[in-house]
C-alpha cells in the first residue's frame, strides 16, 4: 500500500521525493512506538480480539480517508494511521497464533502465519497496483478497508479452533 500512496502523493498533490521520504519515516516511527508503548497497554486493558479490531477499525478509517481525501494532510494522516495501525492488529493476530496453539506446534503456527503474511504482502501489492492503475485511485484503499472488515469477520472463527486443537494434541484445554 506504501508504494501506491507514494504514487497517489505524487500525482495528486505533486509530492517530491523528500516529502515521500518524510511519510515513510514518520510511518517507520509510528510503528515503532506504536509497537514498544501502545500495543502492550492497549493489551493490558483490552482483550487481543478486542484490541485486534480497535486496531483494524483505526487502519479502516486511515484507509479510507486517505482514498477519499482532498487534501494532502489528510491522504498523509489517513496513510500514517493505516500503515501503523494495520501493522498493530498483524502483531496483535501474531500474538493470539502463538497463545491458541498447542505448545509443540508453535513454532510451525509462528511459521505458517509468516509465509501467509509474505504472501499476502506479495498479493497484496501486485493487486493493489493493479486497482491504482486500472480501477481508479480510492479503489486500492477501499480494498484495504474491505480486507480488515473481512479479517475481522473471520478472526474469531480462526481462533475459536484452539481449545479444540489443544484437546487433540493431548494439552488442556
Not at 489517513?78 to 498493530?88: E, K, P, S
Not at 501489492?125 to 485511485?137: P, R
Not at 475459536?160 to 484437546?167: D, E, T, V
Request: contains cysteine; neutral net charge.
Amino acid at each position: 500500500m506504501i508504494s501506491v500512496s507514494i504514487l497517489f502523493g505524487h500525482d495528486h498533490y505533486g509530492w517530491s521525493s523528500v516529502q515521500a521520504g518524510g511519510l515513510l519515516v514518520a510511518v517507520a516511527l509510528g510503528i515503532v512506538l506504536v509497537r514498544v508503548i501502545v500495543i502492550p497497554k492497549v493489551e493490558e486493558r483490552l482483550e487481543r480480539r478486542t484490541a485486534y479490531a480497535a486496531f483494524g477499525l483505526v487502519g479502516m478509517i486511515g484507509l479510507l480517508a486517505a482514498g477519499f481525501s482532498g487534501a494532502s494532510i489528510v491522504f498523509a494522516g489517513g496513510i500514517f494511521l493505516a500503515a501503523v495501525f494495520c501493522t498493530a492488529a498483524a502483531a496483535v493476530t501474531t500474538t493470539m497464533i502463538s497463545l491458541a496453539s498447542p505448545a509443540g506446534d508453535r513454532g510451525l503456527a509462528l511459521g505458517a502465519n509468516q509465509a501467509a503474511m509474505a504472501g499476502a504482502y506479495f498479493v497484496g501489492s501486485l493487486f493493489n497496483g493493479l486497482l491504482y492503475q486500472f480501477g481508479g485511485d480510492w479503489t486500492p484503499y477501499a480494498a484495504g478497508a474491505f480486507a480488515l472488515v473481512l479479517s475481522g469477520l473471520l478472526l474469531p472463527a480462526m481462533t475459536s479452533a484452539a481449545p479444540l486443537a489443544r484437546k487433540v494434541s493431548g494439552e488442556a484445554a
